[in-house]
């Protein structure tokens, strides 16, 4: 028969970390199948993760987080798929408490991390932005958009493997795929622990940061684009109008600058509509999961 859950670990150079990491999993889920998708690593991860009993799928260079997501997921034998990092991160004791909530009839269970884990005041506010905005676009309580410790129905997941970027904002676009394709997303709160290897987590500002602005797109694209939209071509209008008015009464003209904010709230608007046409798309024959 073949196994129930998958348990998928995408790992890079995590050589130091699998050895305690991998028992521990086994202990706790001994009927599983663990996959560790090796990412192009320099340090003999795939061959440990082998030696340690692991199913292996290797990439012949480093193709990203999702990649190896995908990869992992395309290839796993379970009805669930339980994602989590191989850096140690996260604790291999609260996974069958993500299948427990699972069980309840979620489609997705999402591992939400503790404000206090997180690794600087940047990524504490950034996190609480992205909850925040992504609870407003989609009606719900978001308690964590971008953890990658989750577990869910792997026929559903499937679904959306296209949508999935290469990159390192998977949880972000499957959570937000899942809202919008009427999947129920639960979440439980956990304790995120430090990296094994903290060296290999240095902070850069302009790579988060343009992260971050990726990232708010992906939430209002994915979901409903006009409730990005919208609102910004309704205070561009406003600009326009409001500055027109004031040209008007004081230079008596209607100047270029209203009406390049006039004509960019339309086409601000009319982005949106497709984007929303464009998005409907991506969640057809969703609707037999």
């Not at 995590?14 to 086994?26: C, D, G, Y």
């Not at 699972?102 to 939400?112: E, I, S």
């Not at 925040?132 to 958009?145: F, H, N, W």
């Not at 390192?168 to 129920?184: E, H, V």
């Amino acid at each position: 028969m073949l196994p129930n859950v998958t348990i998928v670990l995408p790992a890079k150079n995590e050589a130091a970390s699998l050895p305690s990491l991998l028992p521990r999993i086994r202990e706790i889920m001994p009927e599983a199948e663990i996959l560790v998708v090796d990412d192009g690593s320099s340090d003999g991860t795939g061959d440990l993760a082998a030696s340690l009993g692991a199913t292996v799928i290797r990439n012949p260079y480093s193709m990203g987080n999702g990649a190896a997501i995908k990869a992992g997921a395309r290839a796993a034998k379970g009805e669930v798929l339980v994602f989590m990092d191989a850096d140690g991160q996260h604790d291999p004791g609260d996974i069958p408490r993500l299948l427990e909530m699972l069980d309840q009839g979620f489609k997705m269970v999402v591992g939400a991390r503790k404000t206090s884990t997180h690794a600087s005041w940047w990524r504490r506010w950034a996190n609480h932005f992205y909850n925040r905005l992504a609870s407003v676009m989609t009606g719900y309580r978001i308690e964590d958009l971008t953890s990658g410790f989750r577990a869910a129905d792997a026929r559903s997941f499937r679904k959306f493997l296209y949508l999935l970027p290469n990159g390192f904002s998977y949880p972000t676009t499957s959570t937000m795929a899942f809202f919008r394709a009427g999947f129920p997303v639960g979440y439980i709160p956990i304790e995120a622990r430090s990296r094994h290897d903290s060296s290999s987590s240095h902070i850069r500002l302009v790579r988060d940061g343009i992260r971050f602005f990726i990232i708010i797109l992906k939430i209002g694209t994915l979901f409903s684009p006009m409730r990005l939209f919208l609102p910004i071509s309704t205070a561009l209008l406003l600009l326009g109008v409001g500055y027109y008015g004031y040209t008007y009464f004081t230079l008596h003209r209607f100047t270029n600058m209203s009406a390049l904010l006039l004509m960019s709230s339309m086409l601000t608007f009319l982005i949106g509509m497709l984007s929303e046409q464009v998005s409907a798309l991506h969640y057809r024959g969703t609707e037999d999961s």
